[in-house]
């Protein structure tokens, strides 16, 4: 046994793993995502029990949903729309006729035992997505990659067990289980992509950059909230290694838990490495579903997949067929938001700005606040400026996001204006975001509250500019004998004496006028 | 106790009622007694609602009496097979594994049956989950037939048919999923319908087979039928497979027994081997007494009926292992081995060995067989291409003849146990009725005398194409009337009195 | 091609019952009776025949999305087994999701 086959064999949690740049060079991954996505419907997928978030448990439960003997589902046309909406916005063909299907297994968190939803006729097919990825260590230009997706398709949600016993809360070690069916029923929208190869070094950022296209594409939908935190946006992370230049596939795993974007990124980062050490010490990877842990970063193994389970699908006798007309589903087509990536496009050239200034905005998260500010009647660099700079410095701060930051881009939009009338300038306009942030109210509100006005009285601009004189007279001696620059400190005088509320280069004017050298 | 009130018909008690020559309280009072007197040899139900039934039955008078208008069948006592949900009473199926279960809903058709006014008496026997052709399937015991006690009344509404049949109501309420109204009719001398397949709602039937299942009503005249299947049936947005149109005209076509100028068509699949003698004699009279009343009579083959059998006994059961599989200890019904150690898998294998009988389980199995992977193909999905061939046999058929007739059963009411561990023999039963329940046309079962062997009951079956339930309710009313005039009664009123047996 | 004992236990298990030697010597030959019995299916000859969909074909049966009331919470727990914290109490499950 080599000695890396030892180590795993000590410790099967914690597996050796291979430095993930040396993977690489030996191994291409491949990857694939599934996603599951809960409709934002007013309702449930078969019933009328109200659908969202929350709830007291068993609160949000009838017959139907239940499923109590007798019952009978009944599909609910918004969210077949918005599935089709999602397959349009994806470039899937959508189906001229399809079915839902029975799966059948038995889990105490699915109150029929099977699981309607479909199988070998879903609603939509074969599209794609293209993101794009930061190369850190290659070209300038970010990397287009174009996911291809296998199937969107519809199906209903599980009700949500927790587990009481066990140290971790999960099932392992539990000494029984408590079943809430709020969530059972409720639409879910499952998108597969087909199998991505040729990410090479990055598979982990075109994995992140895929989930994150893919969210906000469905949030500008407006069709969910898409939250992963709240669980309306699951991932499974799908990871198999081919040796390099080999035309053989690896064997997959798949890793449940994902529940963050970085979580997505890490996971593929750790499979790759993990993956790579079983095959380096000349080991068979198994096929299996494997458990993401946060806090560790690592995966660990689940329930075998060797034995794939077998749901004995069949079409669903108590539904009818969904047959979406070329009309109908050209009306859904054309009542579609402009998608993500082509806004991107058009404010990037709207703002004139570079692919990496996109980016650094994207990437901070930054983007519909600088647009909505620039709605608000700022200019682009004003937006830009402000949101990157001064509010990024407070979200950085007290560790929040620059979304959660109690200031809108209105607010922003009217502190650029009056920073651009010389009411404020750039100091003063700060200490009015930080009072808008502290909740003192709107920028006009904090300014007069606080007295932040820039001084625009002459008079009294002069007066504060002569005792400035007054109080250093070798430097004015310095400015009158024609050392323009040493007005510098004269100028810092003056905005002392009006605790910043000056406007710095008028009183650099008035301070040469005074002295004698026109500036 | 037999009165005079429990040998009328539906609609002479509407009437009754409806003028106040009766009150639905008598009415209802007189079928309790009959029930009370009559239920120890006949076990046709399950759960007697006698205080509801009266509460009932007096806000009917009420209505009356305040000037209200009545629907045409209120104040009418009913028996309702227990595989219907009733929101007041409990819901067995004829199984232990609902333990009791009261359901927090009703199903459409008690809806509908209470906003008409007609009177629930209580919910009937039946076999375990509507799997069976005799009653035996129950896990409560059988019921038995009125016509001889010692023989099974079919199934698997035999609770109903018996019910009626032997006067306890005027009314009762079956499924019909592969014959299970129209061969217990038969068997018992009365009418049973199977409405085209989504004419009355599956809301709160608890589901055996979903594709099939087909609620219908039980009577012991033509007419009683169609105005019960006129006030149950209808589109029910709570059913996606229920048929979104008006009912069709049965009452008009049941008032109405003409068929000058009809085509019959006898099919020739449903004869030879296994058919008793004095059935086919039987049919062969009613199909010439049809002829005598002007309709053409012609053949017709259907040659994919011989797979009827096998094909149902793939999708029936693949579908039921599916509807099944709800029923698994955790959230209502039975639990049995739950000692704190077991794990929710152990508990619920041991609850559903509990609680299922024996033809619920081969059923059971032998749908997650057809359904699994590597056999989907050859069973399952194979019977559903057979499926398609037997409809297309209907429609080749209707397109020669308007109605099509068999015997409804091949044989008269056999004596309880001889078929109970014998499934291929009890699955015979239903070979004229499965083909209808497969294509989803509409068919009825009408009495059309008693066999000379053994004097029970034999069942000529009407079949008509889909939406076209009016039409074997004119056939049936033809046959009726003939009978009628030749027995100067319908068959139903010559059942013996219970101390009988032969 | 018959049907063993021992995969008449498997399916058993499939299904979740849990049945006794004396149930699975008396249910495994009906089983396999049966099962030769309705093979007779693939005696006919069906490779361009649609499967049977629904008996009565019609597409599209959709619901608006409004609010139905939905039942209290004792409706729904009212007959279960065993309740605890307002959620349905079962016992430990043992196959992770």
């Given amino acids: 046994m080599t000695e890396t086959a030892a180590r795993a064999a000590a410790d099967p949690a914690r597996p050796p793993l291979t430095p993930y740049d040396e993977a690489i060079t030996r191994y291409d991954p491949v990857i694939g995502l599934e996603t599951h996505v809960e409709l934002g419907t007013v309702t449930k997928m078969f019933c009328g029990c109200p659908a969202g978030f929350g709830g007291e448990p068993n609160t949000r439960v009838c017959p139907v949903c239940l499923g109590l003997p007798g019952s009978l589902p009944v599909a609910n046309r918004s969210a077949v729309e918005y599935t089709i909406q999602i397959g349009l916005a994806l470039h899937c063909s959508i189906a001229s006729w399809c079915r839902f299907a029975r799966k059948n297994y038995f889990y105490p968190d699915m109150p029929k035992n099977f699981q309607i939803s479909q199988y070998d006729e879903p609603l939509c097919t074969n599209g794609w997505l293209d993101v794009t990825v930061d190369d850190p260590g290659g070209a300038d230009a970010p990397q287009l990659v174009r996911v291809e997706i296998e199937r969107v398709h519809l199906e209903e949600d599980t009700g949500k067990s927790s587990h009481v016993g066990g140290a971790t809360g999960r099932i392992h070690g539990a000494d029984y289980s408590l079943v809430d069916y709020n969530r059972a029923g409720i639409p879910l929208v499952e998108i597969v992509t087909k199998p991505v190869a040729g990410t090479g070094a990055l598979a982990p950022q075109v994995a992140r950059a895929y989930v994150t296209e893919l969210r906000d594409l469905i949030r500008a939908l407006g069709v969910s909230d898409v939250r992963m935190e709240e669980g309306s946006l699951r991932c499974d992370v799908n990871l198999s290694l081919a040796p390099r230049g080999s035309a053989r596939l690896g064997t997959r795993t798949e890793t449940k838990n994902v529940n963050s974007l970085r979580s997505v990124e890490r996971a593929v980062h750790y499979e790759i490495q993990r993956q790579a050490a079983v095959l380096d010490a000349g080991g068979r990877v198994i096929q299996e579903t494997r458990h993401f842990h946060e806090e560790s970063a690592l995966t660990t193994s689940g329930r075998s997949k060797e034995e794939a389970q077998d749901y004995r699908y069949f079409p669903e006798p108590d539904l009818a067929p969904l047959a979406p007309s070329a009309d109908w589903v050209e009306r859904l087509g054309a009542g579609l938001p402009e998608f993500p990536a082509a806004r991107r496009a058009r404010l990037q050239a709207e703002w004139g700005l570079s692919g990496p200034d996109m980016a650094a905005l994207r990437n901070a998260g930054a983007l519909d606040l600088v647009a909505a500010t620039v709605a608000a009647g700022a200019s682009p660099a004003d937006a830009r400026k402000w949101w990157l700079g001064e509010l990024s410095r407070h979200a950085n701060e007290t560790a929040t996001e620059l979304s959660a930051l109690p200031v809108t881009p209105g607010q922003v939009a009217r502190v650029a204006e009056l920073v651009n009338s010389g009411a404020l300038n750039d100091k003063l306009a700060r200490q009015v975001l930080a009072g808008v942030i502290a909740g003192e109210g709107d920028p006009d509100e904090v300014v007069a509250s606080r007295g932040l006005a820039v001084v625009s009285d002459e008079g009294e601009l002069m007066a504060v500019v002569d005792e400035a004189i007054e109080a250093n007279p070798d430097v004015a001696g310095k400015v009158r004998a024609g050392k323009v620059a040493a007005a510098g400190a004269l100028v810092g005088a003056v905005m002392k004496a009006t605790r910043g509320q000056a406007d710095a280069t008028r009183a650099r004017e008035l301070i040469l006028q005074r002295l004698g050298q026109s500036g | 106790m037999d009165t005079a009130l429990t040998r009328m018909t539906a609609s002479e008690l509407a009437t009754l009622i409806a003028s106040g020559e009766a009150s639905a309280v008598e009415v209802a009072q007189a079928h309790l007694d009959r029930i009370a007197a009559t239920e120890p040899k006949l076990h046709a139900f399950l759960h007697i609602a006698a205080d509801k039934a009266l509460e009932a039955a007096r806000a009917v008078d009420a209505r009356r009496a305040a000037g209200q208008a009545l629907g045409p069948l209120a104040g009418v006592p009913l028996a309702l097979k227990d595989v219907f949900t009733t929101a007041d009473m409990p819901t067995t199926c004829g199984s232990r594994i609902l333990g009791g279960w009261q359901p927090p809903y009703d199903a459409t058709i008690t809806e509908r049956l209470r906003r008409a006014g007609i009177v629930i008496l209580g919910k009937t026997n039946m076999d375990e989950f509507a799997m069976g052709s005799s009653t035996e399937n129950s896990a409560f015991g059988p019921s038995r037939n009125p016509w001889d006690t010692s023989r099974v009344p079919g199934g698997s509404s035999g609770g109903s048919s018996a019910a009626v049949a032997a006067r306890q109501a005027p009314l009762g309420i079956g499924t019909d999923t592969g014959g299970s109204i129209r061969q217990p009719a038969a068997v018992c001398g009365i009418v049973g319908v199977k409405p085209t397949y989504g004419g009355s709602s599956r809301y709160g039937v608890v589901a055996f087979a979903s594709s099939l299942d087909t609620p219908g009503p039980l009577a012991r005249t033509v007419l009683d039928a169609a105005l019960l299947h006129q006030v149950m049936s209808g589109h029910d947005p709570l059913d996606s497979t229920s048929i979104d149109g008006p009912v069709p005209p049965v009452v008009e076509a049941a008032k109405d027994p003409d068929v000058s100028g009809m085509k019959v068509g006898v099919v020739a699949e449903f004869r030879g081997e296994g058919y008793q003698p004095g059935v086919l004699a039987r049919f062969q009279e009613a199909v010439e007494l049809l002829e005598a009343a002007g309709a053409k009579i012609i053949e017709v083959s259907c040659p994919h009926f011989r797979y009827a059998l096998p094909v149902y006994y793939l999708i029936a059961p693949s579908e039921c292992s599916s509807n099944l599989a709800r029923f698994d200890a955790m959230r209502y019904g039975l639990r049995v081995g739950d000692d704190g150690t077991r794990s929710a898998e152990e508990v619920m294998s041991l609850t559903r060995a509990a609680g299922f009988g024996a033809e619920v389980k081969r059923r059971i199995m032998l749908g997650t067989y057809a359904l699994s992977s590597g056999y989907y193909d050859a069973y399952y999905g194979k019977a559903q291409q057979v499926r398609t061939l037997i409809s297309r046999d209907f429609e080749a058929a209707f397109c020669q003849a308007d109605v099509l007739v068999s015997p409804a059963t091949p044989t008269t009411a056999f004596p309880i146990g001889e078929r109970a561990d014998d499934p291929m023999a009890m699955y015979l039963a239903d070979l004229c009725t499965i083909p209808s329940n497969l294509a989803g046309n509409a068919a009825l079962s009408v009495p059309c005398g008693l066999a000379d062997e053994d004097g029970l009951p034999v069942g000529l079956q009407i079949m008509a194409p889909v939406l076209a339930d009016d039409r074997v309710y004119r056939v049936a009313a033809t046959a009726e009337a003939a009978f009628t005039q030749r027995w100067g009664h319908v068959l139903a009123d010559e059942v013996p009195e219970l101390a009988e047996t032969r | ?97």
């Fill in chain 3, 1 to 97: 091609m018959p049907i063993t004992r021992a995969e008449v236990a498997h399916l058993a298990r499939l299904s979740r019952l849990a049945l006794d030697d004396a149930e699975l010597d008396h249910l495994a030959p009906q089983l396999d009776v049966i099962i030769s019995a309705v093979a007779r299916v693939q005696e006919v000859a069906a490779e361009d025949i649609p499967p049977t969909s629904h008996a009565v074909p019609v597409t599209n049966v959709l619901r608006a999305d409004e609010c139905v009331p939905p039942l209290t919470p004792s409706e729904v727990l009212g007959q279960a087994p065993t309740v605890e914290d307002q959620r349905f109490r079962v016992p430990k499950i043992l196959e992770e999701d």
